[in-house]
Nanobody, 123 residues
């Protein structure tokens, strides 16, 4: 089983930055991906970005050139650096784990989820 915990959320003004981290523990297969997802009140969960154990990454269009996903193998964390934040980025952000090849931000393809962290961007 894999345990994940997201942290680093907070309140920031539009145009500002936040760095989210996902701490990962437990057994992980050699081929896996960690995804970041967000859900705003009244909206469906949305895939934001993911990173595979082979280093490949994917971003949804709305965050390209603003968000960067990375891995810190020493700390066993996956980070999401969010720059030039917009009010539309306000949501609860969660990280999740999926086993296997390829990249996906389809939430239904993920096996384990951590509790989220709130990101609020004020205008």
């Amino acid at each position: 089983e894999v345990q994940l915990q997201a942290f680093g959320g907070g309140l920031v003004q539009a145009g500002g930055s936040l760095r989210l981290s996902c701490a990962i523990s437990g057994y992980t297969f050699d081929d896996y991906a960690i995804g970041w997802f967000r859900q705003a009140p009244g909206k469906e969960r949305e895939g934001v970005s993911c990173i595979h154990s082979n280093g490949s990454t994917y971003y949804t269009d709305s965050v390209k050139d603003r968000f960067t996903i990375s891995r810190d193998n020493n700390k066993n964390t996956v980070n999401l650096q969010m720059n030039r934040l917009e009010t539309a980025d306000t949501a609860r952000y969660s990280c999740a784990y999926r086993w296997g090849y390829g990249l996906s931000i389809d939430p239904t393809s993920y096996d384990y989820w951590g509790q989220g962290t709130q990101v609020t961007v004020s205008s």
